[in-house]
């Protein structure tokens, strides 16, 4: 069994930043990969940027924006998330996959003046 812990989220300018925090905790292996979606109101959830094996993707909504790394001593992924927009306002949740996918709870990120 995993568990995700997401952290990080909270209210930020446009222009701002924010970085985004997923502690996991279980049956973690490194070849798995870990990455995060986000879902805004009224909107289906939509992925963001995964990261495995050193290999980073993003969505073209983020890229040149966002950074995804992860600490596999820590069992840690982040989301350095700069120039931010009013439509990045969501719940994100990071994900971990491997023979399953397991999901955290999401925390909230807000971009508003």
């Known amino acids: 069994q995993v568990q995700l812990v997401e952290s990080g989220g909270g209210l930020v300018q446009p222009g701002g930043s924010l970085r985004l925090s997923c502690i996991a905790s279980?049956?973690?292996?490194?070849?798995?990969?870990m990455g995060w979606h986000r879902q805004a109101p009224g909107k289906q959830r939509e992925w963001v940027a995964t990261v495995s094996s050193d290999v980073q993707l993003y969505a073209d909504s983020v890229k040149g924006r966002f950074t995804i790394s992860r600490d596999n001593a820590k069992n840690t992924v982040y989301l350095q998330m700069n120039s931010l927009k009013p439509e990045d306002t969501a719940v994100y949740f990071c994900?971990?996959?491997?023979?399953?996918?397991?999901w955290g709870q999401g925390t909230q990120v807000t971009v508003s003046l």
């Open positions: 994900n971990y996959i491997s023979r399953y996918t397991y």
């Open positions: 279980g049956s973690i292996s490194r070849f798995g990969a």
